[in-house]
């Protein structure tokens, strides 16, 4: 059974310029700019039959491109419990909506909404028991201001592996005007 979610890719010039801020730093795993994306939703592990249904519901979805653009580096969940180095993204009023109506369909095929608020970011590393001063260091690092338009969003399977993740697109849907 296939592990997913729903995703916006981030495109080669922003993720190469986010991969700029890396810094050594015991206890931090990098993501690959590669694997960079921004979830709308996580699935988890899904029957194949589901997942079917799945595609097929995220076709419906019409929505407006939308705009990345980096805004500060933080740590999730908090800085008393730092499990994620990410990049939080300017207000984007086409991506929450996107968010909604992806949401929307999801529930069409029986997914329950998620409860947490929506807090667009890009993981850039996996922190397992950091060095602080060098996660301070980074925290403090400028991000690239530059914003990336986004076209199409993405449902994508995961594979856990030991050297990390390994996601392979299974559909791809276009991001065009929304109709009325």
Known sequence: MPRLFVALPVPDPLGAALAAVRAEADGVRWMRPEQLHLTLAFLGVVEEDRATATAKALRRVEAAPVALEPDRLAVFPNRRRPRAL????????????????????????????????????????????????????????????????????????????????????????PLGQPSP
Do not use: C, W
């Not at 028991?129 to 060098?134: H, L, S, W």
């Not at 980074?138 to 199409?152: G, K, N, V, Y």
């Not at 994508?156 to 392979?168: F, T």
């Open 86 to 173: 990410v990049a939080t993204l300017r207000d984007e009023p086409a991506l929450l909506d996107l968010h909604q109506r992806v949401n929307a369909a999801l529930a069409t095929v029986g997914f329950a909404p998620e409860m947490r608020p929506f807090r667009p970011h890009l993981t850039l590393a996996r922190l397992r028991d950091p060095d602080r001063t060098a996660l301070g260091k980074a925290l403090r690092r400028p991000l690239p201001r530059l914003t990336a338009t986004i076209t199409e969003f993405r449902l994508v399977e995961s594979e856990r592996h030991p050297e990390g993740s390994r996601y392979a697109t299974r559909a791809r849907y």
